[in-house]
């Protein structure tokens, strides 16, 4: 069993940086893929971007490549999101998940969640 806990959320102003933590615990936390997803008001949730247990293979959704960047460090058992080039459309909470296996980009392959970080961009 594997938990996470994610933090970094804020609010930040079009065009700003911020940097999303997403903890694991557990014995094997660094054999699941991780998966950042979010979740705007009135939305359903969708991909955000993913990452492979060793850190070798990342995914992203089309309205994220180049802004956003996916990383972890298997030694503190912690997974990053890196968002530049902030828009107003990118406010929503960002939820962190675990997978054991191979990353996927569906809701329903990841069976570990957190509660989600609120991150607000205003214009």
């Known amino acids: 069993q594997v938990q996470v806990v994610e933090s970094g959320g804020g609010l930040v102003q079009a065009g700003g940086s911020l940097r999303l933590s997403c903890a694991a615990s557990?014995?094997?936390?660094?054999?699941?893929?991780m998966g950042w997803f979010r979740q705007a008001p009135g939305k359903e949730r969708e991909f955000v971007a993913a990452i492979s247990w060793n850190g070798g293979s990342t995914h992203y959704a089309d309205f994220v490549k180049g802004r956003f960047t996916i990383s972890r460090d298997n030694t503190k058992n912690t997974v990053y999101l890196q968002m530049n080039s902030l828009k107003p459309e990118d406010t929503a909470v960002y939820h962190c998940a675990a997978r054991y296996g191979t990353w996927a980009d569906r809701v329903g392959e990841y069976a570990h969640w957190g509660q989600g970080t609120q991150v607000t961009v205003s214009s």
């Open positions: 557990g014995r094997t936390a660094s054999s699941y893929a």
